[in-house]
């Protein structure tokens, strides 16, 4: 009989410190089965990395497995290193929407760009929550926070399509509504090579919701609900749904030669000439 | 192919940089275009590989230090190298590499600033900078190397302090040292010193203290390491409020490098017990004392010298003993007067401390600007 799935199992004997209501919670749960569902007792053949903000927490110092907490969106640049160097562990990056799509959003680009061998779990909670809940790259246009109290004035970020464009392996987007459909991506995933980057949309009662007249995390799960639209259905559809909806699906899924392929490829070439 | 082989080399200061920090183990490098720092990561572009080792250009020169973080985490020795614009952006991750304890090597060539200043031109304006660049209380490691030798020797020495002390180590250059041409000696890789870290034995738990310098576990290993810039405790766990834990933390992390100044600081210093006017040097304006030196003697001046090759730990204790005889001490630099108050505060009133400044342009303080500043110390006191 397969062994029952227990988060304790995986996570350090510390308490948690996320709010009630987070969406921290089902995305910690979710991606720890994923890893029990593949057979994984322990966390040993994972390094994890993470940036600032509260979905860096989530590895940081939680899971009980190395895990390396960078300075604000630098995760990628260290998980470059540690990835090139011990190409035989498997490379996780979690990180909040400022974090990866905000202040580190060269990075994930390049780390895209490059194919690098790691998979990047974004929680995209749509604003800045551990410093208050100020206005995020990923906000919804008209949106009230800390920092626009009259309602924000940019257009947000579609960071799954834009890790499609930079040159991702493997791009999913679900919300916390979706855990099953979360589980699955991040059994496919973590078992690819190349860059692989899964994006859920979570709620922030906190910092978010109360603001926008969505106050607990029942209430905000219902408006994801509501204003969820698959790929399929959001290609039928002009390019405003893109940003009025969430999208949730598979975005792509591709071989491409990776970075650590490359990388020492190039080490062979390089010692081979000097034989010659 | 190996590392480079016991023998003499016509090397740029750049090139020697690469080499020797390949001669100390190094296997990684990151880092992004800068003059006049670009020949290190070039060398390292084409030499590393031949060692089995990964150069990679990241996207800026955050990325260019974060890279080589985690591979001193994964286990490998690596170096990044720039100038002051990108020391600039460096500075951010140089405060997390003295948290979380993690050597690597920093080269910053010293060109004129701030910001973009002079390109191509020398300058020495990034000496406070490579003490006091990151934000909160730390200790800095920093080298001065005044030729290509020492452009080899210095980044040998620089990665063996890093492993030492587990924390990042600045080798400041500037443009005139990393890019002239001079004859380096190497000498038998058997007879080298090479230090590497100290690890942690299977069951150790404490990577962040209960020792001054406590041993640093690979990543993969199976001593789940939990590595954070936030203040942690010795488990490396988060402690964000707690005022001990703190305390502790940056004390020790600074008592490391500050209780062991007579080891790290290095100097050479000449007659500092019988001189009437002293010099305290540096990095490439420091080429100009042995000229200086011959020529005052000629004139029958009484002068000593103290060339500093660490900046940081400053060497105070040499600095005092030179304030008791000289009744002057110059400090010529390439910046306006960044050593010279530290050279006061270690002199503590015991001599007159003289600026002799030149900025701009790329040009050097020539011996004969040296010696004019000597005479009128000798003549006027």
């Known amino acids: 009989m397969a062994e029952?799935?227990?988060?304790?199992?995986?996570?350090?004997?510390?308490?948690?410190?996320?709010?009630?209501?987070?969406?921290i919670f089902t995305v910690m749960n979710t991606f720890l089965r994923a890893i029990h569902e593949l057979g994984h007792k322990d966390l040993s053949k994972i390094v994890f990395c993470s940036g600032i903000g509260c979905s860096s927490w989530i590895s940081s110092p939680y899971f009980k497995a190395d895990s390396i907490h960078t300075p604000h969106g630098r995760s990628l640049p260290v998980a470059t290193g540690i990835k090139l160097l011990r190409p035989e562990l498997n490379v996780v990056v979690f990180g909040g929407d400022g974090d990866i799509a905000g202040i580190g959003l060269s990075h994930f680009i390049h780390a895209a760009r490059r194919n690098l061998d790691v998979l990047v779990i974004m929680v995209n909670n749509m604003v800045y929550?551990?410093?208050?809940?100020?206005?995020?790259?990923?906000?919804?246009?008209?949106t009230k926070t800390t920092t626009t109290p009259y309602g924000s004035f940019e257009h947000p970020l579609d960071a799954a399509r834009l890790a499609v464009t930079a040159g991702a392996c493997y791009v999913a987007r679900?919300?916390?509504?979706?855990?099953?459909?979360?589980?699955?991506?991040?059994?496919?995933?973590?078992?690819?090579?190349?860059?692989?980057?899964?994006?859920?949309?979570?709620?922030?009662p906190t910092a978010f919701g109360r603001r926008i007249g969505l106050k607990s995390a029942k209430e905000m799960m219902k408006w994801f609900k509501e204003n969820t639209i698959s790929m399929e259905q959001a290609e039928k559809q002009n390019e405003e749904y893109w940003t009025e909806k969430i999208v949730v699906g598979e975005f792509i899924q591709r071989q491409r030669s990776t970075l650590v392929e490359n990388v020492y490829k190039v080490i062979k070439k390089a010692q081979k000439i000097e034989e010659d | 192919m190996d590392t480079i082989k016991k023998d003499?080399?016509?090397?740029?200061?750049?090139?020697?940089?690469?080499?020797?920090?390949?001669?100390?183990?190094?296997?990684?490098?990151?880092?992004?275009?800068?003059?006049?720092?670009?020949?290190?990561?070039?060398?390292?572009?084409?030499?590393?590989?031949?060692?089995?080792?990964?150069?990679?250009?990241?996207e800026d020169e955050m990325a260019s230090v974060g890279a080589v973080i985690g591979a001193s985490w994964a286990g490998v020795k690596a170096m990044t190298a720039t100038s002051g614009p990108g020391f600039?952006?460096?500075?951010?991750?140089?405060?997390?590499?003295?948290?979380?304890?993690?050597?690597?090597?920093?080269?910053d060539v010293q060109r004129a600033g701030p910001s973009t200043g002079q390109a191509t031109k020398c300058g020495q304006g990034d000496v406070m900078q490579s003490r006091w660049g990151t934000h909160g209380d730390y200790s800095a490691i920093v080298l001065s190397p005044n030729s290509v030798q020492e452009m080899f020797t210095l980044t040998v020495r620089a990665f063996n302090l890093a492993e030492s002390y587990r924390t990042p180590v600045?080798?400041?250059?500037?443009?005139?040292?990393?890019?002239?041409?001079?004859?380096?000696?190497?000498?038998?890789?058997?007879?080298?010193?090479?230090?590497?870290?100290?690890?942690?034995?299977?069951?150790?738990?404490?990577?962040?203290?209960?020792?001054?310098?406590?041993?640093?576990?690979?990543?993969?290993?199976?001593?789940?390491?939990?590595?954070?810039g936030s203040t942690h405790d010795e488990y490396g766990i988060r402690s964000t409020a707690d005022p001990i834990v703190h305390r502790h933390l940056i004390g020790r992390l600074n008592n490391k490098i500050q209780n062991n100044v007579n080891k790290i600081a290095d100097f050479e210093s000449y007659n500092v017990d019988d001189c009437k006017v002293g010099v305290v040097s540096y990095g490439c304006t420091s080429r100009a004392i042995y000229e200086t030196v011959e020529k005052a003697e000629e004139n029958g001046i009484k002068i000593g010298y103290v060339r500093l090759k660490t900046l940081w730990p400053f060497p105070e204790r040499i600095i005092?003993?030179?304030?008791?005889?000289?009744?002057?001490?110059?400090?010529?630099?390439?910046?306006?007067?960044?050593?010279?108050?530290?050279?006061?505060?270690?002199?503590?009133?015991?001599?007159?401390?003289?600026?002799?400044?030149?900025?701009?342009?790329?040009?050097?303080?020539?011996?004969e600007e040296l010696l004019a500043t000597v005479e009128e110390m000798e003549r006027n006191g």
């Not at chain 2, 002199?347 to 040009?363: F, Q």
Request: glycine letters at 8%; hydrophobic letters at 40%; one cysteine or more.
């Open chain 1, 4 to 23: 029952t799935f227990s988060v304790r199992r995986y996570l350090r004997d510390l308490e948690l410190p996320f709010c009630q209501g987070c969406g």
């Open chain 2, 88 to 107: 600039s952006l460096m500075q951010e991750f140089i405060g997390y590499a003295f948290m979380t304890e993690t050597p690597c090597v920093i080269v």
């Open chain 1, 174 to 204: 679900w919300t916390t509504a979706y855990p099953n459909e979360l589980r699955e991506s991040v059994k496919k995933a973590i078992k690819m090579q190349g860059f692989r980057f899964i994006e859920v949309v979570s709620q922030c």
């Open chain 2, 170 to 228: 600045i080798l400041l250059a500037d443009e005139i040292t990393a890019h002239m041409r001079e004859q380096v000696t190497v000498p038998r890789i058997k007879s080298t010193k090479i230090i590497n870290r100290r690890k942690p034995k299977t069951g150790e738990r404490a990577f962040f203290g209960l020792e001054e310098i406590p041993p640093m576990p690979v990543v993969g290993e199976g001593f789940n390491v939990a590595v954070t």
């Open chain 2, 320 to 367: 005092k003993r030179l304030a008791e005889t000289a009744e002057t001490i110059i400090v010529p630099e390439m910046n306006l007067k960044q050593m010279l108050y530290e050279v006061e505060r270690a002199a503590d009133g015991l001599a007159r401390t003289v600026p002799l400044n030149k900025i701009g342009g790329g040009e050097l303080i020539t011996p």
């Open chain 2, 8 to 58: 003499t080399y016509f090397w740029q200061g750049n090139e020697a940089c690469a080499e020797g920090a390949m001669i100390a183990g190094c296997r990684f490098f990151a880092g992004y275009p800068i003059t006049p720092a670009s020949e290190i990561a070039e060398h390292m572009a084409k030499r590393l590989p031949q060692v089995g080792g990964i150069a990679i250009q990241m």
């Open chain 1, 129 to 142: 929550g551990m410093t208050g809940g100020q206005v995020a790259p990923t906000t919804p246009f008209d």
